[in-house]
């Protein structure tokens, strides 16, 4: 976030696309991604009491997460968004810091499903769950599928893509004639960074010519470069860090497959985006991802939790990569741009103002 042009705790303007709207920054965050001693919601929570929000300003209410939910809202409408299905942080391999408080969790949950008017949720398991357990609350519950911004994500013609793998080569310093695996995400254990490094050690022995490059940045970096080193994968592996969505484009549009380690997922955006720019995939079995993978057609899955599998999965994917790149991949992500998915979200937030209105009529 640019702090001068958008200072905490004060009102700015800020243009999205041909739009603007008005902006409210809380808090900053750590770029690092490294996770605080105090849990970032709690740091926001704090600072949101401290600086409150004139809530009269906004029609509808919306959250990404329970915890903002559970001293706001008031008479307004609330739509919270969901982006994981959570009984996760009742399995050992979640981060999530609720895993240590789940019955906590689950008492705050109920409360803030009832305040609630829409619950939107990325896994489909998750409204199946929430509607069981919840039966009087049924119908507030929604699947809701993830997007990706196609003026951003597109695919290019070859002599483009050639030309961009010229240019960034030299930038990243990786041969051009390399098998380039993109992966995005943070270092972290939801993503298992350390399983992609034992795979593709694994993978290697038979195409010693793979190259991987992780976008993002996070609290296993240091990890993940013992993993590297140990691996002998110093001149296979490069740590991009964090990069701006063009950057990311970029470097999805030159590569040959998009990777990716995750023990859990809801349904990831990076995965789609990589996509649109008409990668071929390889993923473990996590979250939504077989609403977008066709092992044989556009890619590979694989079962969570297991390098050899993965391995096997790479290398299987760099053999088709020719027959899996392009129309397959471009044309699953065609179905997820905003203009495709979010017409109900919108009708919703339409429905509900409308509905705000005449009650105070």
């Not at 991987?212 to 140990?230: P, T, Y």
């Not at 964090?242 to 997922?265: G, T």
Request: proline share 5%; charged share 25%.
């Amino acid at each position: 976030m640019d702090v001068g042009a958008r200072p905490l705790h004060r009102w700015t303007e800020c243009q999205l696309g041909d739009r603007s709207c008005e902006f409210f920054p809380v808090m900053r965050m750590d770029e690092t991604g490294r996770q605080p001693r105090v849990p970032a919601t709690l740091s926001y929570e704090l600072s949101a009491l401290l600086h409150p929000l004139d809530l009269k300003r906004c029609d509808i209410l919306e959250s990404h997460r329970i915890e903002h939910l559970l001293i706001r809202g008031g008479n307004k409408p609330v739509n919270l968004f969901l982006h994981q299905n959570m009984a996760v942080i009742r399995q050992d391999a979640a981060d999530i810091r609720w895993r240590y408080f789940p019955g906590f969790y689950k008492r705050l949950e109920k409360r803030v499903l009832k305040k609630a008017s829409s619950v939107y949720c990325v896994r489909e398991e998750a409204v199946t769950r929430y509607k069981t357990e919840n039966p009087s609350l049924s119908d507030k519950f929604k699947f809701q599928s993830t997007w990706m911004d196609p003026e951003i994500f597109y695919p290019v013609e070859e002599f483009e893509r050639i030309a961009l793998r010229e240019r960034l080569g030299g930038e990243l310093g990786i041969p051009a004639d390399k098998k380039w695996l993109v992966a995005v995400g943070r270092l972290d254990y939801q993503k298992a960074p350390l399983l992609m490094v034992r795979a593709l050690a694994k993978a290697i022995s038979s195409r010693p010519d793979v190259h991987l490059i992780w976008i993002g940045e996070g609290v296993l970096r240091d990890n993940m470069l013992k993993e590297i080193s140990a691996s002998g994968l110093v001149d296979n592996v490069t740590l991009a860090g964090l990069l701006d969505p063009e950057q990311v484009a970029d470097i999805n549009r030159a590569a040959d497959i998009f990777v990716m380690s995750s023990a859990y997922e809801g349904m990831p955006i990076a995965l789609i985006e990589a996509m649109a720019c008409g990668l071929p995939v390889v993923t473990t079995d996590v979250g939504e991802v077989r609403r977008l993978v066709s092992s044989g057609i556009n890619g590979e899955i694989c079962p969570a939790d297991d390098a050899g599998e993965l391995a096997l999965a790479l290398i299987r994917c760099i053999d088709s990569c020719q027959q899996y790149r392009g129309g397959a991949s471009i044309e699953t992500a065609s179905r997820y741009t905003p203009k495709c998915v979010l017409g109900p979200v919108y009708a919703n937030y339409r429905r509900l103002v409308s509905q705000e209105k005449a009650s105070d009529r």
